[in-house]
């Protein structure tokens, strides 16, 4: 396993476990992150909506650190920090970091499928040689 990969993978998931984990045991803190609009058109309780925002988080920090096929998850990871900072500029003060960790995630999801060209490009390459 590669370390960089490794590392990164840690990071990222940190940055997905730790609002929703601390989203449990103090919402307030983080209900305001939510655009108006999303608790306004969503038919369910703003805390609610909230934990299962934070059960997607568990799931995709959990595929990342897991290592296979991780891709999609931290595509998605990259999109959901950059969703959280557009529609939260006004608290750019805190967000700031949102924007390094959804690039480390997107490093990821690149890495992931260099390395599966990698693999494919390797696979081909000996198997035409064992037909010589």
Do not use: C
């Not at 920090?81 to 970091?97: E, K, P, T």
């Amino acid at each position: 396993m590669n370390k960089i990969s490794l590392f990164l993978r840690i990071a990222v998931a940190f940055a997905l476990l730790y609002p929703a984990v601390s989203a449990w045991f103090t919402p307030d803190s983080w209900i305001g992150y939510f655009p108006p609009f999303a608790t306004s058109i969503v038919p369910i309780d703003g805390i609610v909506l909230l934990h299962l925002f934070g059960a997607l988080e568990i799931a995709l920090a959990l595929w990342i650190l897991s290592g296979v096929k991780i891709f999609w998850p931290s595509l998605a990871t990259a999109a959901l920090l950059f969703l959280i900072v557009g529609f939260n500029l006004s608290q750019m003060d805190i967000l700031f970091r949102d924007l390094p960790i959804a690039l480390a995630a997107i490093a990821l999801a690149l890495s992931a499928k260099t390395t599966s060209a990698a693999t494919m490009f390797l696979q081909d390459a000996d198997t035409e040689r064992k037909r010589m």
